[in-house]
């Protein structure tokens, strides 16, 4: 089993900045493709970033290109999230996702294994 944290949620002021870290634990036993989704309220779950075990790749969602920039830690088994410029739009609960059996770039929800239980952003504008 593999445990997923995450945190660096809250409220923030549209133009604003968030930082969403999310902690991997367990059975982690060879590398791993790592992604942040988000849900609003009525909405499906959507992709919002995708990242490569060694970090050399990486995917974003169209709504978020330009603002969000993922990144990873493996040494810590931590994947972040920076978050800037943010917009109303945004609000949602993020949730970070691993694949413990691919070291590539998954874009869809349903190709990952373990799920964080996510953490609210919320933008007002």
């Known amino acids: 089993q593999v445990q997923l944290v995450e945190s660096g949620g809250g409220l923030v002021q549209a133009g604003g900045s968030l930082r969403l870290s999310c902690a991997a634990s367990?059975?982690?036993?060879?590398?791993?493709?790592m992604g942040w989704f988000r849900q609003a309220p009525g909405k499906e779950r959507e992709i919002v970033a995708a990242i490569s075990w060694s970090g050399g790749r990486t995917y974003y969602g169209d709504p978020v290109k330009g603002r969000f920039t993922i990144s990873r830690d493996n040494a810590k088994n931590t994947v972040y999230l920076q978050m800037n410029s943010l917009k109303p739009e945004d609000t949602a609960v993020y949730y970070c996702?691993?694949?413990?059996?691919?070291?590539?770039?998954?874009?869809?929800?349903?190709?990952?294994?373990?799920w964080g239980q996510g953490t609210q952003v919320t933008v007002s504008s």
């Open positions: 996702a691993a694949d413990v059996n691919y070291s590539g770039i998954l874009s869809q929800a349903i190709k990952y294994d373990y």
């Open positions: 367990g059975r982690i036993l060879s590398s791993y493709a």
